[in-house]
């Protein structure tokens, strides 16, 4: 192993990144079936994933290891082969970000319309409570 790997430091954030990563894997093909809350807490995860990862592209870009190298190598083509160019990759991390928080941002605005209409439907106030926390 390299002296950029060997670090408890890095190897830690690495352990990290991967666990928070299969996490999110996991259950990454069921988000349509999440709630809203469980949706917002997928984002959420997601969003601190990219930005761990940001900062681990970061620290091997600014070492002269030969494998952490290779590594920024490797990640700059894999960017690449998905339309980015090279040199853009801390670009796409926030690309991604500002596109999860639109979709955060989404969940969490509630239809104003849809709620009056199924209020003006209902005739207790116990009744309106409920359709607001449906919401």
Not at 1 to 24: A, G, K, P, T, W
């Amino acid at each position: 192993m390299s002296d950029f790997f060997d670090s408890d430091i890095v190897r830690e954030e690495l352990q990290e990144i991967n666990e928070l990563q299969m996490s999110i894997y996991k259950n990454a093909m069921k988000f349509g079936t999440f709630s809203r809350e469980d949706k917002v807490d997928h984002i959420e995860r997601l969003t601190e994933l990219l930005e761990r990862q940001k900062v681990m592209y970061t620290r091997i870009s600014l070492s002269d290891d030969k494998e952490a190298i290779d590594l920024k190598n490797h990640l700059q083509k894999s960017v690449e082969l998905m339309g980015s160019q090279r040199e853009q990759i801390c670009c796409y991390y926030s690309l991604v970000c500002q596109i999860l928080l639109r979709i955060l941002r989404s969940l969490l605005t509630i239809d104003y319309s849809s709620v009056i209409i199924q209020i003006s439907k209902i005739s207790n106030l116990s009744e309106v409570s409920k359709c607001l926390l449906k919401t």
